[in-house]
């Protein structure tokens, strides 16, 4: 691994995805999590802060970037968390089907080479009457923005460890057997081809 990948990397993510209006985001949606969780992309931990320990029987993080784990576990011990971390990609995920009663998945769906084999992954995993809870940047609904999305993609995708700005999130998610529950889609703070969010729920359709 290079050193930009190993140190620089990380330090930039981590730095863009705690931004206040991004954990703005994540305050509203993760305590909605119950029982046996599992969090794709869990990176750094930014999460952690959010979760109601008394309602999260366990937590499972799965992120295939393991040079983020170390911040990550300092946060969850902050944050009173136990959790089990996983170094591998979301297409496949090592659990049983009917697994976990949570799937949380915030500005992940950006970065996974496959988001619909991942997302097929997550609906497989969740037991009947699941939940999917999601945070994601993407597609924004503005034509001029579209076209700065699609401009700016390439060269953003190759500094930002894979992130595409494009990507048509409720499509996705339908696209991997998902029907959205509810959800909250605006600008967030910021420059416009980075700060479209969607932040919801969804069950296996």
């Not at 029982?35 to 799965?62: C, D, K, S, W």
């Not at 979301?90 to 049983?96: T, V």
């Amino acid at each position: 691994m290079n050193p930009y990948d190993r140190y620089i990397l990380p330090a930039l993510l981590d730095g863009c995805c705690g931004m206040k209006a991004i954990q703005r985001q994540r305050a509203a949606l993760i305590p909605r999590a119950r029982g046996r969780v599992l969090e794709i992309g869990i990176g750094t931990g930014r999460n952690f802060p959010f979760y109601q320990p008394q309602a999260v029987e366990a937590l499972v993080g799965l992120d295939p970037a393991e040079q983020m784990n170390g911040k990550a576990r300092k946060r969850a011990r902050a944050a009173g968390m136990a959790v089990e971390l996983i170094s591998v990609s979301a297409e496949g995920i090592p659990a049983d089907d009917d697994s976990f009663d949570t799937v949380v998945c915030t500005f992940s769906l950006c970065t996974i080479p496959d988001p619909v084999a991942a997302l097929n992954e997550m609906r497989r995993v969740l037991r009947p009457g699941g939940d999917l809870l999601f945070s994601e940047h993407g597609l924004a609904p503005d034509a001029s923005v579209q076209r700065w999305q699609h401009r700016l993609t390439p060269a953003w995708s190759r500094m930002a460890g894979g992130c595409q700005l494009d990507r048509d999130i409720p499509g996705l998610i339908a696209e991997g057997g998902f029907a959205v529950r509810d959800m909250d889609a605006r600008y967030l703070k910021g420059p416009k081809p980075w700060t479209y969010v969607r932040t919801g729920s969804a069950r296996a359709a």
